[in-house]
């Protein structure tokens, strides 16, 4: 993109007169120039026919190309801004929500729970013989690893709203608005069979790292609770809201005690429900 100035559009082969006839607006004189941002052009600023039948000169030029600069110094500031709030709540590695953005995205959602009496599920799971990779193929195929998973999930869970985050190192966290006890029971399950059937590292990486195929041995343990079915709601919000996080997670190591590549889902009598 190049600045440009047009004194007589009649006289210009790089005009194109066919806006005119369409908007029925006479153009004379054009000075133009691009937005960029780095080397990319995002937009076009243009002025029109000066008044006082004086022609654009260099001076206007070089003084439209400076608050072009500045508007590009804004819309740039404006995506660094909005891709920095990006950053803040992406796990870098898999893709997916981070902790920090859980835990604010849960405060909201058990706050709709409590207040307009709605179904809220939470899963939480963790990956079986995750550990095995680590030790066998290096920590690199390790995080790959992760990544799929987090591909994985992004497919099989298709709840609306649902928030799937990366909660720490192999373990992954689903909130469920709108979700009861049984239906957040067979996502947790159809998480678990995903991950049971796929072949993991498959393929050559894009940086060159080696396909493994590994499959059957990485295998999840999958812990369910459901806000309406589990909490009273006698306590206060933060008690509350952690109290559903621990019964979560408590449910997913009682998966892994009792065998792993299993489901638990942890119901309000104090129960457990288990996958066959």
């Given at each position: ?204 990486s894009r940086y060159g790292d080696p396909a493994y ?64």
């Amino acid at each position: 993109g190049q600045s440009y100035i047009s004194p007589n559009v009649k006289e210009d082969k790089h005009f194109y007169g066919e806006i005119d006839k369409k908007t029925q607006f006479i153009t004379k004189s054009i000075i133009c120039v691009p937005v960029l941002i780095g080397k990319s052009v995002c937009g076009v600023i243009e002025l029109l026919n000066r008044k006082e039948k004086v022609n654009y000169t260099k001076e206007d030029l070089n003084l439209l190309e400076i608050f072009a600069a500045y508007t590009s110094t804004l819309i740039q500031n404006v995506l660094d801004a909005k891709r920095h709030k990006e950053l803040s709540k992406e796990d870098s590695l898999t893709g997916l929500y981070n902790d920090r953005y859980f835990h604010m995205q849960l405060d909201l959602e058990v706050k709709k729970a409590r207040e307009q009496r709605k179904e809220l599920s939470l899963i939480f799971f963790d990956l079986d013989n995750f550990k095995f990779v680590n030790d066998n193929y290096g920590h690199l195929a390790g995080s790959r690893v992760l990544t799929e998973v987090g591909g994985i999930l992004r497919d099989v869970v298709q709840a609306e709203n649902a928030v799937i985050a990366r909660y720490g190192g192999d373990e992954f966290v689903i909130i469920l608005p709108d979700v009861n006890y049984e239906q957040a029971f067979e996502i947790g399950n159809d998480i678990k069979e995903s991950i049971k059937h796929h072949i993991f590292l498959e393929e050559i990486s894009r940086y060159g790292d080696p396909a493994y195929h590994i499959k059957g041995v990485i295998t999840s343990s999958v812990g369910v609770a459901s806000y309406l079915d589990c909490i009273t709601m006698e306590r206060k919000f933060e008690e509350d809201k952690n109290l559903f996080i621990k019964l979560a997670d408590e449910a997913m190591y009682r998966a892994k005690e009792t065998g792993r590549d299993k489901v638990c889902l942890r119901r309000g009598d104090c129960t457990y429900q288990f996958s066959e």
